[in-house]
């Protein structure tokens, strides 16, 4: 605790000490940081929350503009969680203060719970992400590969909190894990010399920090593959539809396209698929990573005097503010690049 007082990371997001932490940054926070980087986070945060600065104007918002403001970040069913719990926050007039009953909200699962918990409201708890992972692993030198580690991570990380340390500062106790783990304990190279944990690190008095935690050998990612259609009329629009508001990038706005499958199409089978009869010419294509598959994806793009076809119509100037995935920008940069 007397390193985090020293050390402790200015965040957007972070109560400055002497503060009260407000339970809608905190919340926000944790539902962007999900499979994202602080980096890549901070200005979608800051632009987010001058958008929508409370729970409340959240809440009231339109769920397209949501969808808006999140596009870039990913995993877009965080953003219709996001606004389903703000609306059910404003029905119980205000954040629950225990992890119970936070776990009841929409988008909440075990770990986001515990981490509001400790840091907006001072529960005794201490929240597992990966650098707190990282961090217990190597303090109780856990070898047993992850994910099967999971459980002897928490048991240990529990064992941790209940340090009279933890238990007086519960709020900055989550947080120094979180910060010792992304400035000293780092995957590679850890800075040993400089933790203030280093007498006690058991990894570190067997020589084997750097490999920990172990983790179990992924299998490789599956390919699938798509052809997505540009289609723009006399006047500079193009054509765009929406998802599906479940499943992968549900709801968000796409280019018309054909589905994603483990096998390339043929150009008579993309065109099957095509929006409209035109002269269509090939682009390239682009590559995007999710999660559990690589996914490729053909451009053909084509002009015509009047579009009719099923979606709508966005003049091409609008499409920064559109609510677009990061793959969608792919392929509209490498149409507009072309």
Not at 42 to 71: G, I, Q
Not at 137 to 145: E, Q, V
Not at 220 to 244: E, H, I, K, N
Not at 312 to 318: G, H, S, T, Y
Request: hydrophobic share 50%.
């Amino acid at each position: 605790m007397h390193w985090y007082d020293r050390n402790r990371r200015v965040l957007p997001w972070r109560a400055r000490p002497g503060e009260v932490a407000d339970p809608y940054r905190v919340w926000l926070s944790e539902i962007m940081l999900q499979q994202t980087t602080v980096t890549a986070v901070v200005p979608y945060y800051e632009r987010f929350l001058t958008r929508f600065p409370n729970v409340a104007a959240l809440a009231c918002a339109d769920a397209s503009d949501v969808m808006a403001a999140w596009a870039g970040l990913g995993y877009y069913a965080r953003a219709r969680n996001l606004h389903a719990c703000a609306k059910a926050v404003m029905a119980l007039g205000g954040f629950p203060c225990t992890i119970e009953g936070l776990r009841a909200l929409p988008g909440i699962g075990p770990y986001t719970a515990a981490a509001i918990a400790a840091i907006a409201f001072g529960v005794p708890a201490v929240p597992i992400d990966g650098n707190v992972e990282r961090v217990v692993s190597r303090l109780y030198a856990i070898t047993t590969p992850l994910p099967a580690a999971k459980p002897e991570i928490a048991a240990a990380a529990l064992q941790l909190g209940a340090e009279p340390a933890a238990q007086a500062r519960p709020s900055d106790f989550a947080q120094a894990l979180f910060d010792l783990g992304a400035s000293l304990c780092t995957p590679s190279n850890p800075a040993c010399v400089l933790c203030p944990l280093t007498a006690g690190c058991a990894a570190r008095q067997q020589s084997i920090a750097v490999s920990l935690p172990r983790k179990a050998p992924k299998a490789a990612r599956p390919r699938r593959f798509g052809v997505q259609f540009w289609l723009t009329d006399a006047s500079g629009q193009v054509l765009l539809r929406q998802r599906p508001p479940r499943g992968l990038l549900g709801g968000m706005t796409e280019l018309p396209g054909t589905p994603w499958r483990a096998a390339p199409w043929t150009l008579a089978e993309a065109l099957e698929h095509a929006p409209l009869t035109a002269d269509w010419a090939d682009l390239g294509a682009i590559s995007h990573v999710f999660t559990h598959f690589e996914l490729q994806l053909g451009v053909l793009a084509a002009r015509v005097p009047t579009v009719q076809a099923e979606g709508f119509l966005l003049p091409v100037a609008e499409l920064p503010q559109a609510a677009l995935p990061s793959v969608m920008r792919k392929c509209v940069r490498l149409a507009l690049g072309q």
